[in-house]
């Protein structure tokens, strides 16, 4: 069993949809929790981090950490076919060594 | 803004030959990592530097090497290069915050 599982998708929406993405993880250390959002022939870029359990808002983004039931969850409102990339979560024990990372769910946000 | 720089941005190399694959970032981070993602795996660490001259073994070192003489310079190095490292190449930087700044990539083939 992978430490971090992430639905690979696509998840194909229209536009204005309200997007949920999710990952499991199997590692109780880990407390912090990021996601990334990766364009197309392009690196990573860091969209949100969270620290331990709750939620935290950044624009049309909300990221949620219940980490009694090892989940995360990141909400996009409004989507825009802009937000169409692959999505990749990430984990780690301390803040800045060794994240370990989901697969990544590819999204596609149609006009 | 961090920017995480690698030289090239496609690389075709042939069996057996030794690659090098350069990443420079220009905002004095202490921690480098070389990352390879291929589709269904999502991204596995191969080493990782937390400071000059030291280096760690991520989770798939097997036919790699890495060398950081200067602070701001972590090389990756392919001591013979094989078909199964054909790959996405990313390398990452970050400071004692969390979350990685990416760079773009190197896409390899070895044919």
């Known amino acids: 069993q992978k430490e971090v599982e992430q639905d690979p998708g696509p998840l194909s929406v229209p536009e204005g949809a309200i997007v949920s993405l999710n990952c499991t993880y199997s590692n109780s250390a880990f407390q912090y929790f990021m996601w990334y959002r990766q364009y197309s022939r392009k690196g990573p870029e860091l969209l949100m981090y969270?620290?331990?359990?709750g939620n935290k808002e950044d624009g049309r983004f909300t990221a949620q950490v219940d980490k009694s039931s090892k989940y995360i969850s990141l909400f996009i409102r409004d989507s825009q076919p802009s937000d169409s990339a692959t999505y990749l979560c990430a984990m780690s024990v301390t803040g800045f060594q060794k994240l370990v990372f989901g697969t990544g769910t590819r999204l596609l946000v149609s006009p | 803004d961090v920017k995480v720089t690698q030289s090239s941005r496609y690389l075709v190399k042939r069996t057996g030959e030794k690659v090098f694959l350069e990443c420079v970032q220009d905002m004095d981070h202490e921690n480098m990592f070389w990352y390879r993602q291929d589709p269904g795996l999502g991204l596995r660490l191969i080493y990782f530097?937390?400071?000059?001259?030291?280096?760690e073994k991520g989770d798939i070192p097997e036919g790699y090497s890495v060398s950081r003489e200067k602070k701001e310079r972590f090389s990756l190095i392919l001591e013979s290069a094989s078909t199964n490292q054909t790959s996405m190449y990313l390398c990452a930087s970050t400071d004692r915050g969390p979350g990685y700044t990416f760079g773009s990539g190197t896409r390899l083939t070895v044919v």
């Open positions: 530097s937390y400071d000059v001259k030291m280096k």
């Open positions: 969270t620290y331990s359990s």
